[in-house]
């Protein structure tokens, strides 16, 4: 079983054939034959040049995976079917709102073990997590308040997946501050309730886990109870919010608040590097440079968001805008920062009808700037020192297999592309966090006996 | 090295837990310990009640991949940054002329035994290749004319993939009947040459190879010169061309032909269920009905479309329809059929804000209507009697993996929609082509031979 994050990963000197580095203020780019020491604590302590080894190690820091609803892996694949013409986004909510009824503390575990080492195997090493089912499917809190919390914790601690746990505020069932429906009752907090959680959950924070705060949206949480939980959290914490996903919501903002929901948080909150806008689809220009000015990131979800058709997010304007960005598996119905960058590029080439969009910096290389932007936000929009392996930073990396086909004749100037816009095997060969293995192959290193555990799990999920 | 299909598979019984059949005129579903049996030459002899085994086979007919250049397998991933900040299909045209010059037969064997080996991974089981790399760089034909044909027909035998070999028709530069530019001069043929390469390459056909016959697109081919080479060819010749791809394309023909390209080809060619129209993304109304009634098959490739800017096809109006369709994986950035049918589906779903678009038939299953019209459309476009496992077909099947986590708790009802929208690991374990099997437990038997050969050939094409 892996340990912890941090948890004596013992002193290492690694090697790597390259090595992606990426200074604050610089563009990321390969350097050759270079390594880096690790201590005990599983931080890089030195940089260093490494012997030319020969190996093929192709060495990136691990990407962060800045949104997950984690017990919605059991339910992928099962909303692809029509239950009414007018299938939408808030059908398929139903659809998710009887799943999540079915969970409790030893299932939510189950099925977020295995996502987070799927998550692992595909690259991501940390995960911020989106967390809204707290209580009893009646809605009165477990006997520990926090024991869906320690579920995910202990899932992320059985898999060695770096965590960013974001307990959400829900409050209201709509913009006009409607009382919660009866499935959205294991939801909901009162501030205070929500306060205590946050706290209770803190005196666990190691270097392995940050507990930070979800709002779960405007439409949730009234304007009020936001500026009282802002003003009550930590100086440091992470911020995350889903905001502007769907038109209809935009509307009921526009309609009751008076503004979009960008427009209005910028309005309302001190937004600034603390904070992630999850979704963030449906912008005006006003807020794309809006956020861009503020220093948060913005959480995209590709496939999520076409699987559930919200639309597309203006990435080219915000880029120019200068915003910064990562990507989330969101409803994990695919699990892979690969496919999530890809179609992040695709989906602007679709609607401009031209190629290579996402392009800033030397080199012109789309696949680079996609990575770039993915790790450049990892720090702030988590709350670790991670997306990079300076001095001091997190040793969470992941090992590239320089030797699969689709390396073959590669140049530096071009790994990165092949590795985000060619073929579909999974070029992850080993992963490490905190300078543990987790991954080695390609297979997580306790890969069969949680998926026995998720399976027993599924079974009693989908009994009838 | 796998046997050519047909070539003395051994009579054989196979047990299914499960196993998708489609009978012509009816829903496609999953049947429970269903078997059947192969005679000696690789096709279905009788079906079969298996005995209820407990193993966990899934059996689905093998997918055909209706579009592919084999050769550009080997620029998957370096044609990612922009060259120009007008990056389009055009501009990626010129970078795809300088890579095709580079190849010769022993290249284009290496390559496309790769990609064929992947295909046969990912779940398909024949390739309809669109070939028009025929003469050395300079233009000349090879001491053999059909030294690159059979570059190919070499690659898929040893691979053991099932092909339909569309050697392409490519005469003129553009719509104005211009000459074939510099770096096109190794695409052309007369027609007499052309007709010449068909009938020496019929020679070879056998049980797993058909040969057919593809007009690159209606620019290329003078009208003239279509109408002769269809009226020479067999009566049973499938008939494959690239059609209204691009915008620029389209406005082109209007206005040298006066109309857009499906309604010209409509009009002056007996379009019918031999002929696949590849594309097809930019249609009036009227189109979609036209092809629909034809009973072509359209060859939509979403990765390559979105990966080159060129638009979304009209999937829902085709399939109110009734139109025949097929997916291809054309530029190969991506090799995979269920990347390919999510994504088909996911853009319609971003382009209506909608969810559940591709449903007809019963249980109004995504999944189940995507694979029941990429099996439908599978004979007609290849010529090969594939895409079902009735007695007398080819004996072409995957096995997808029950044990899988992506399977937990599965029931017949969501197994297609789990398979085609849940996650990135490969689910298809072994793949039999005439009975034979090439793919076990996810690898290609011949995969790291192949490989070796790939590494080297690639080593040549990009060296300087």
């Known amino acids: 079983m892996p340990r912890s994050p941090g948890e004596n990963a013992g002193m290492q000197t690694i090697d790597a054939a390259m090595l992606w580095t990426s200074r604050s203020g610089e563009d990321g780019a390969w350097q050759i034959d270079a390594g880096f020491d690790i201590d005990a604590a599983g931080r890089v302590r030195a940089q260093d040049r490494a012997q030319p080894s020969g190996s093929a190690n192709w060495i990136v820091p691990g990407l962060p995976n800045l949104h997950s609803h984690a017990f919605q892996r059991a339910m992928a694949g099962l909303a ?43 690259g991501y090493t940390t995960v911020c997590e989106f967390h809204y089912l707290h209580h009893a499917p009646d809605g009165r809190p477990y006997a520990d308040p926090a024991a869906m919390s320690r579920a995910l914790i202990s899932a992320a601690r059985d898999t060695g997946i770096r965590l960013t746990l974001l307990p959400v505020l829900y409050m209201s069932g709509g913009f006009d501050g409607r009382a919660l429906s009866q499935r959205q009752q294991r939801f909901g907090h009162g501030i205070d309730d929500y306060m ?98 503020s220093g948060a990131t913005v959480a995209i979800c590709p496939t999520t968001e076409a699987n559930l058709g919200d639309g597309l997010f203006p990435l080219r304007a915000y880029l120019d805008a200068g915003g910064a960005w990562g990507v989330g598996s969101d409803s994990q119905i695919s699990v892979s920062p690969v496919e999530e960058l890809r179609w992040l590029e695709y989906g602007q080439r679709l609607v401009t009808r031209h190629r290579n969009i996402a392009v800033q910096g030397a080199g012109g290389s789309v696949g680079e700037t996609l990575l770039r932007g993915a790790l450049a936000s990892a720090a702030r929009a988590s709350g670790h020192d991670i997306g990079h392996l300076e001095v001091g930073a997190c040793a969470d990396w992941i090992t590239l297999d320089g030797d699969a086909p689709q390396f073959a004749g590669v140049h530096a100037a071009d790994a990165v592309d092949r590795w985000v816009f060619s073929g579909n095997r999974n070029l992850v060969r080993d992963v490490h966090v905190a300078g543990t293995r987790v991954v080695a192959d390609g297979r997580h290193c306790e890969r069969d006996a949680i998926a026995a555990r998720f399976r027993a799990a599924m079974h009693h999920l989908l009994a009838d």
Request: charged share 25%; with cysteine.
């Open 80 to 122: 692809e079917h029509q239950t009414n013409p007018e299938d939408s986004f808030w059908t398929w909510r139903e659809t998710m709102y009887r799943f999540a009824a079915r969970f409790d503390p030893d299932t939510l575990h189950a099925v977020a073990a295995q996502l987070y080492a799927e998550m692992l195997e595909a």
């Open 196 to 293: 205590r959680l946050l706290d209770t959950l803190r005196r666990d924070e190691h270097d392995g886990l940050r507990i930070g705060c979800a709002l779960h949206s405007l439409r949730a949480v009234p304007a009020e109870a936001m500026r009282e939980v802002l003003a009550a959290l930590p100086a440091d914490s992470p911020v995350h919010i889903h905001i502007a996903e769907q038109i209809g919501e935009v509307q009921d903002c526009i309609s009751i608040r008076g503004a979009p929901p960008v427009e209005w948080l910028l309005a309302n909150a001190e937004v600034d590097a603390r904070w992630t806008l999850v979704h963030a689809t449906h912008l005006t220009d006003a807020e794309v440079q809006g956020i861009a000015r």
